[in-house]
């Protein structure tokens, strides 16, 4: 059974950067599905950040995609979210989630429990 | 973008009545990429529906997703007292790709 784990700095500086990683067990970020970053916050509800695939492609929300950059670890089995130049406007709970293929249908159908972020001084 | 407008905001019913929910789309669901979650609180959300009607694995028969175009809907035939929480409606755009979310229907225990 895969499960996720975010883990990362719970409180960031305004004007500083965001780093989290997402600890994959039960399965392998190597394997033929997107690891994807989803955030929910209550201004802007679920947004989502954006994703990975095994083979390095990345994909990322167009409003975000200046200051984001997601990349995987295969030899830690994990992969990361790197958000810069935050603002209050970021503060949320992040969720790392795996976007998995049923045919030629997809859905987020694994989430970690989400880790709350909260950028103040 | 496609947006996503659910309602209702909130419903309050008791257990053992029926529930319908609404997801409404800006412009038509291309392949029916639309999914719904349920949520409750603390927790992250749990994949119930994906392609408009396919059930997840696991998810009890008393929920089901039909629509197609921009309209669409998840019913709970029979509420369970575990099924009070909220529920998203969320689609997919192949090309781009990007993700977005419905803002959410709350159903709550009357």
């Known amino acids: 059974q895969v499960k996720l784990q975010e883990s990362g700095p719970g409180l960031v500086n305004p004007s500083g950067t965001l780093s989290l990683t997402c600890s994959i067990s039960g399965g392998a970020v190597s394997s033929s599905n997107w690891w994807s970053w989803v955030r929910q916050s209550p201004r802007k509800g679920l947004e989502w950040i954006g994703e990975?695939?095994?083979?390095?492609?990345?994909y990322y929300n167009p409003s975000l995609k200046s200051r984001v950059t997601i990349s995987a670890d295969k030899s830690k089995n994990q992969f990361s979210l790197i958000l810069t130049s935050v603002t209050a406007a970021d503060t949320a709970v992040y969720y790392c989630?795996?976007?998995?293929?049923?045919?030629?249908?997809?859905?987020?159908?694994?989430w970690g429990q989400g880790t709350m972020v909260i950028v103040s001084s | 973008e496609i947006l996503l407008t659910q309602s209702p905001g909130t419903l309050s019913l008791s257990p053992g009545e029926r529930a319908t929910l609404s997801c409404r789309a800006s412009q038509s669901v291309s392949n029916n990429y639309l999914a719904w979650y349920q949520q409750k609180p603390g927790q992250p959300p749990r994949l119930l529906i994906y392609?408009?009607?396919y059930r997840a694995t696991g998810i009890p028969d008393r929920f089901s997703g039909s629509g197609s175009g921009t309209d669409f809907t998840l019913s709970i035939s029979r509420l369970e007292p575990e099924d009070f929480a909220v529920y998203y409606c969320?689609?997919?755009?192949?090309?781009?790709?990007?993700?977005?979310f419905g803002q959410g229907s709350k159903l709550e225990i009357k």
């Open positions: 989630a795996r976007r998995r293929r049923f045919g030629d249908l997809f859905a987020f159908d694994i």
């Open positions: 392609g408009a009607s």
């Open positions: 990975i695939y095994h083979n390095g492609e990345t």
């Open positions: 969320q689609h997919y755009v192949s090309s781009s790709p990007m993700y977005t």
